[in-house]
């Protein structure tokens, strides 16, 4: 299969093992004009792909791609892969998946008729979730060691650093929340299994160190009509002094034990007392998964359906900040 | 001094320090059916005191008081410290000091008319903000360590265990919000410093033990007109096998570190790095700074207004969950 790369502002190294996956990258086209495909390029050549450099990214149908992997200024990554999808091509894309509600449910359209014609398949890029500890704890979830999950809570820190002019706005930048706590949604729904009825958040963007309406604190409560709490908070003030970029936790309450990751680790307590559980990785990569999916051999975790679910939470866990409402789904 | 106590279902323990504040406890009277005064009277018998048993409560008075230990079944606790402000008597009340908002009110104007006419002073058992990792803390947050405080988020979390029966009715109990998330909330509030124009609060009791309507989870943001947030989060599915019966943490997150207690530890992370940071104990116990306020001679950092204030905050963060409404102070 052949895979294009379409904006370089996003995690496309979650494709770092399409060569694994049997999967050549053949070009790369930067999609917005803050961006420079120069290193990407460089990385996958050192991956042993032979990427060409495309200036128009509409251009990029000519390569003849089966995916395109979108990651560009955020707030062109919806349109891009509804063009794609329009194109017959597959997408695996930066989350959000859209900046909007209407765009995404453009994008749910697209989807549909792209997967009804031509049979594609879209992944959002909800790479966290494949990490060694959160496989660890979806495993001890779904396999009944806690018990039924009346809790969750997440956490989101990461150093503010110097930002891309892109996050000062609104208008590129989709806010905190859609951009940061979405991986703490993606956690409460994917790996304990929530169920989202109502959303409650607030914000900030005071102290954000001149980085226009970037929001650099966020909290949100989710629940669910059978009394599920879901509470996620996001800050950028981790201290530049810390050893790891992102302070990344989940801490899962059930009617039988506590599971909670703290900087990679997993620990549980139950009945028999408090123990570091050893992770394990996830059996595929969120990209290879993506690939086995577009093969008809298995299915994306986080794929479309599942990622315009997220994103659709996120957004209105957004708008409930924006607006300072509750929001019901 | 002569102290009695009033009711042994709460927190008489944060006055077995009375000998060396100079307080002599000389009665201990049950205030409701469900209690025995027998473990009460022998353990400050063993601390050096003479505490003989008074039945009726009110005869309480007849032995000539200073200070009203109050610590009854939670929804007497109120009327209770009512009735000894009037009749002259300090009271150290556990929290919440009320459990509505109108019997607070009427304990606050009960409060100031004894102040007025006998000088009396009034304090709530917010011992927990006295520990040795909360003290440390405190003095991070207000000697300018992290900076601007900007969120904050305290978790508790507690075995379930056998509770009495008046834990099942919320005639009896005031709600898990209003008697476990209060210890967040006074951390926020005294230790974070935090203002607070809005909460918003969810909780559930499902899978609570047969415990009628306790609830076992919950979760609370508290919002400023400034922006900064406040999360408190509380359950009641700790482990049996868990090492300790409660697990009680608080992360501050400011413009220049993060400061975080859990499992009594303190850690800072700063532009310096992480680590952590030995703790301290505070000057004086909540009962010595209680005893100290009576004689003039210095305040109680948990004294009425603040614990009122403290107490109103929690009540209107279950009146959030009760009704599924923001609620704006």
């Known amino acids: 299969m052949r895979a294009v790369i379409v904006g370089t502002s996003g995690h496309y190294e979650y494709a770092f093992d399409a060569s694994k996956c049997g999967v050549k990258v053949v070009a790369v086209a930067p999609a917005d004009e803050s961006e420079n495909a120069d290193a990407c390029i460089k990385k996958f050549k050192e991956l042993g792909h032979e990427p060409v450099l495309v200036e128009d990214y509409t251009k990029l149908l000519d390569k003849k791609p089966d995916i395109a992997i979108i990651n560009s200024v955020f707030s ?17 894309c930066e989350k959000p998946c859209a900046s909007g509600i209407d765009e995404l449910e453009r994008l749910e359209k697209a989807y549909k008729e792209s997967k009804e014609r031509y ?15 959160a496989e660890t704890i979806r495993n001890l979830v779904s396999d009944g060691t806690i018990g039924e999950v009346r809790m969750a809570e997440a956490q989101k820190s990461y150093k503010l650093g110097n930002r891309e002019l892109f996050y000062s706005s609104r208008e590129t930048y989709p806010g905190t929340i859609a951009w940061t706590s979405i991986h703490g949604i993606d956690w409460l729904y994917g790996i304990c299994g929530l169920k989202f009825d109502s959303v409650y958040s607030v914000q900030s963007s005071r102290e954000n160190c001149g980085n226009g309406t970037m929001e650099v604190t966020a909290s949100s409560i989710f629940y669910s009509r059978d009394g599920v ?53 996830p059996e595929m990569s969120i990209f290879a998964e993506f690939v086995s999916e577009i093969q008809g051999k298995g299915k994306c975790r986080r794929g479309a359906e599942y990622s315009f679910e997220v994103t659709r939470a996120a957004l209105l866990a957004r708008e409930s900040a924006d607006t300072k409402k509750e929001v019901r789904f």
Chains 1, 2 share one sequence.
């Open 76 to 92: 062109k990554n919806c349109e891009l892969s509804i063009y794609f999808l329009e194109h017959g091509i597959s997408v695996f």
């Open 119 to 133: 049979g594609t398949c879209y992944a959002g890029m909800f790479g966290l979730s494949y990490e060694d500890w």
């Open 229 to 281: 709490i879901g509470t996620v908070t996001s800050d950028y003030f981790r201290p530049s002094g810390a050893k790891t970029h992102g302070d990344d936790r989940l801490r899962v309450v059930g009617t039988k034990g506590i599971v909670e990751s703290i900087g990679k680790k997993v620990v549980l307590i139950d009945k028999d007392g408090e123990r570091e559980i050893e992770t394990h990785s």
